[in-house]
Structures are given as C-alpha cells and as structure tokens.
C-alpha cells in the first residue's frame, strides 16, 4: 500500500507517516523506485503506535515496547501504568471535590472546612483526601 493510502487509512497526514519511518518506529519496505509500500502488518503496527500515543507514551518509548524482545519495554510499560494510576487517583480527588462543592451550602467556599481541606491537600499534592 502506498503511503498515502497508509496515511488515509489511519487518518494521519503522510508527512507523520514519513517521520515515523524515518526515526525508526514503524518501518515499511521499499519498492524499487524507493517508494515506501506499507503491509497489512505494518498497518497493525501504526495502529498500534496510535493506540500507545493515546494513552500518553512517547514516540521514543513506544520504540522500546513495539517488539517483545526489547530489553527496557516492561519499566516503560510500568512507568507509564504508574502515571496513567497517577493521574486516576487525581481525578477521582477531583471528582469528590467538585461534588462536595455543588452540594456545599457555605456562602464561601472558604468558609466551608470541608473544601478548605480539599483545596490545601491539593496544594500540597497529598494523595488522599477523606470526603
């Protein structure tokens, strides 16, 4: 397949397709003009790539998680398990604050204890907050 046939068929422009050959992430054959010819199997892989770049992973990790055989491709995947369970912990402190605002019947929210103490465990990036 061709690349621009490659790039519509995974919603990228071709120029995103290029660079990613040319540092080395997905790489397609070559047909003999020099042109680049895209598989079934190297479609997957983009596929892939895009799936990983969703979920917040680095051209350069991804790299190193794409082939099994990699040697630091499990500490990126936890690495990034880690911040993904981060940032869940996060939103969920969130979540209860925002919750607690709608029904808070104080004036002020700094008159109410409750979102005072919210406010300063987020200043300080504590990780619990008991609502």
């Keep these: 397949m061709k690349i621009g046939d490659a790039a519509r068929a995974l919603d990228v422009p ?12 997905v790489v397609p054959n070559r047909l003999p003009p020099g042109h680049r010819d895209y598989s ?6 983009l596929r892939v790539l895009r799936a990983c770049q969703d979920v917040g992973i680095s051209l350069a990790d991804i790299r190193l998680i794409l082939h099994r055989g990699e040697f630091e491709r499990n500490a990126v995947i936890a690495a990034q398990l880690a911040r993904i369970r981060r940032q869940k912990t996060q939103l969920q402190r969130a979540e209860r604050f925002l919750e607690h605002v709608v029904s808070c019947t ?3 929210m700094t008159r ?6 919210y406010s300063e465990r987020a200043f300080e990036g504590h990780d619990e907050v008991t609502p």
């Design 14 to 25: 071709t120029h995103v397709l290029r660079h990613w050959d040319d540092i080395g992430v």
């Design 40 to 45: 079934e199997e190297h479609l997957r892989r």
């Design 106 to 108: 104080h004036d002020l």
């Design 112 to 117: 109410c204890g409750r979102c005072s103490e």
